[in-house]
């Protein structure tokens, strides 16, 4: 197991272009999240997923942006008609399902991030 | 709603001193906490987490952190930091039924020689 990978680390892109981050989580986790996180701030929920299933998008998700986790193992977060606002780092993140209050409910292993600059 | 307000932005201190980074959230309902830290070009790495039982909990790096519900905070301290603890660190809260984490701005703590 070697965590929650992301790719690519890094991605320069002229505004208007579409860009796509693939992210792979721990293997036995089947909850995976996307946050956003621009500099100085801290990371801000865009959506998650419990296995393929897309259960809560933020309203920061506008319209040009999808993600998708089609056989609930790797997930793609595709920006359509990228902004220069849209450079951020994007991070993903994969969680245990548990029920009730069982220890590891809810903790997240996060990967290291695709940092996005839009020119 | 949960909100998560980290008190200091920039934490200035010199090795070998003690450090208490500070942190507050609201919540009108039940909710874990965490803390995690963030080295330059990294992903969040979690430092400690209180999600039931003893309110004071040990983490890595010889951080630990006190739950007091009673003033709605989890403040994170060591009793001695080193030059390698310089990082940003990040206060996050979580409904105990619920999955998204919702975090603070977060900490700058800079450790001087």
């Known amino acids: 197991d070697t965590g929650v990978s992301q790719d690519p680390r890094h991605k320069i892109t002229k505004r208007g272009q579409n860009v796509t981050f693939r992210c792979d989580p721990i293997s036995e986790h089947n909850r995976l999240y996307w946050y956003r996180q621009t500099l100085g701030q801290g990371p801000e929920f865009l959506t998650y997923f419990q296995n393929e299933a897309q259960l809560e998008k933020s309203r920061l998700l506008s319209d040009r942006f999808s993600a998708e986790r089609p056989k609930g193992s790797f997930s793609t977060l595709e920006i359509q008609r990228t902004e220069q606002g849209d450079s951020a780092m994007y991070l993903c993140a994969s969680s245990p399902r548990t029920s009730g209050r069982a220890l590891g409910a809810n903790v997240l292993t996060f990967g290291a991030g695709s940092r996005l600059t839009v020119l | 709603a949960q909100s998560v307000t980290q008190l200091d932005s920039q934490v200035p201190v010199f090795e070998e001193a003690p450090v208490e980074l500070r942190c507050n959230y609201s919540?009108?309902?039940?909710?874990?906490l965490f803390w995690y830290v963030q080295y330059p070009n990294q992903g969040l790495q979690l430092l400690l987490k209180y999600l039931s039982g003893s309110t004071l909990v040990k983490g890595i790096n010889g951080f630990e952190a006190e739950f007091n519900k009673s003033q709605t905070s989890f403040h994170v301290r060591k009793p001695s930091v080193h030059i390698s603890d310089t990082a940003e660190y990040f206060c996050?809260?979580?409904?105990?039924?619920?999955?998204?984490?919702?975090f603070g701005e977060g900490t700058q703590l800079t450790v001087n020689p």
């Open positions: 919540s009108s309902v039940s909710v874990y």
């Open positions: 996050a809260v979580t409904r105990t039924s619920g999955s998204r984490l919702t």
